[in-house]
T-cell receptor, first 118, second 112 residues
């Protein structure tokens, strides 16, 4: 069974640029969630996709956007990068029976992408 | 609204002694609660999960946690610390819209 994978491992961008991060979910999972973890902080929820549709969103601006593909892999796109976007970006996958707004599904995390914005 | 408070930002123990990492939660609904561990430069690994089936939850690597509704607590314990337990530990509560809400983390140091 393949776990959650993310690419790239590390990325350096400059302020104002755009970035795309990728995530392959664990085999059998249909839901992907993205989190931002700033240095010394706990992860913060960005959004979740269930069967290619956004199922929930945290307190992040619209320049953070995402996609989920038919194979349940996912992308996180960030436009107009700011210095404060420097963080570890974590993807998590889970299996959900429905897009219930209140879910107790276990999320399994990938190793993350370290983004540095200069 | 849901929230999590980890009461200690750093805990230091000696190898072979017990570990206690404290967590209090707030939830408007019956929560699912989790403990995750993060080793340096690694992703998050699930230690254990509570979903109302039993108040004492056993996890991997000898860890366990007890759900106490009256105290709104979900403390993580281990009888005997090992050097490999040194890591960052996060207490997590399930939230609306599929999100997980993380505490600020507790860094566990294990001295030889």
């Amino acid at each position: 069974e393949t776990g959650v994978t993310q690419s790239p491992t590390h990325l350096i961008k400059t302020r104002g640029q755009q970035v795309t991060l990728r995530c392959s979910s664990q085999s059998g999972h249909n839901t992907v969630s993205w989190y931002q973890q700033a240095l010394g902080q706990g992860p913060q929820f960005i959004f979740q996709y269930y069967r290619e549709e956004e199922n929930g969103r945290g307190n992040f601006p619209p320049r953070f956007s995402g996609l989920q593909f038919p194979n349940y892999s996912s992308e996180l796109n960030v436009n107009a990068l700011e210095l404060d976007d420097s963080a570890l970006y974590l993807c998590a996958s889970s299996f959900s029976l429905s897009n219930l707004r209140w879910s107790t599904d276990t999320q399994y995390f990938g190793p993350g992408t370290r983004l540095t914005v200069l | 609204a849901q929230s999590v408070t980890q009461l200690d930002s750093h805990v230091s123990v000696s190898e072979g002694t017990p570990v206690l990492l404290r967590c209090n939660y707030s939830s408007s609904y019956s929560p699912s609660l989790f403990w995750y561990v993060q080793h340096p430069n690694k992703g998050l690994q699930l230690l254990l999960k509570y979903t109302s089936a039993a108040t004492l939850v056993k996890g991997i690597n000898g860890f366990e946690a007890e759900f106490k509704k009256s105290e709104t607590s979900f403390h993580l314990t281990k009888p005997s610390a090992h050097m490999s337990d040194a890591a960052e530990y996060f207490c997590v509560v399930s939230g609306w819209g599929g999100k997980l809400i993380f505490g600020q983390g507790t860094e566990l140091s294990v001295k030889p």
